[in-house]
């Protein structure tokens, strides 16, 4: 997991945010995915966290000949998004992250990691997830989806309008263009 911890003037404490990868990548592909292609008098103003989802790619990722593996997910799902599995490990094992590594002002997703970045702050605010560290305060989405389907993740996150800034990037073009 690396940091982009460091001098940000005496006393002063940079906004820290746990920044949650896409699918099949990683937590050091996402790191080089944000530094150096944001400005740098940004991610300067910012103590980033890249962490690496608990599982393994049970396939083949789609940044395979862009980014060197390893590769992880977060949870698995079918063809249409709407079955999950593992995804309670998952919220565990980013709940512990959060209470090692942290404290955590904010949540950074990218692709998959904005769905769960989403989800967990909208069931956080409802006291149904990360109950044992302090409330997300800031939320950035990148290439961001929700949860779909019957499960209960698919609704219970979105019941309410979340209480936090967020900052949303949208776009058509998720992966640098190879040539």
């Not at 937590?27 to 599982?55: H, N, S, Y």
Request: aromatic residues 12%; contains cysteine.
């Amino acid at each position: 997991m690396g940091s982009l911890g460091g001098g940000a003037g005496v006393g002063a404490r940079r906004p820290r945010f746990l920044c949650l990868h896409g699918f099949r990548t990683s937590g050091e592909i996402m790191r080089k995915q944000v530094v150096g292609k944001w400005p740098a008098e940004v991610t300067a103003r910012l103590d980033l966290v890249f962490a690496d989802a608990p599982f393994p790619a049970e396939g083949k990722s789609d940044v395979e000949g862009i980014f060197d593996p390893p590769y992880y997910e977060w949870f698995q799902f079918d063809k249409g998004f709407t079955e999950y599995r593992n995804l309670d490990k998952c919220f565990d094992y980013i709940e512990e992250l959060m209470i090692t590594e942290g404290p955590f002002d904010g949540l950074m997703g990218f692709s998959r990691g904005s769905v769960l970045s989403a989800a967990l702050v909208g069931l956080q605010q409802q006291g149904l997830a990360l109950t044992r560290v302090s409330k997300i305060k800031f939320l950035v989405i990148i290439s961001g989806a929700r949860f779909r389907g019957s499960h209960a993740v698919a609704e219970k996150p979105y019941a309410n309008k979340i209480k936090i800034p967020s900052l949303h990037f949208l776009g058509t073009a998720i992966f640098p263009a190879q040539n």
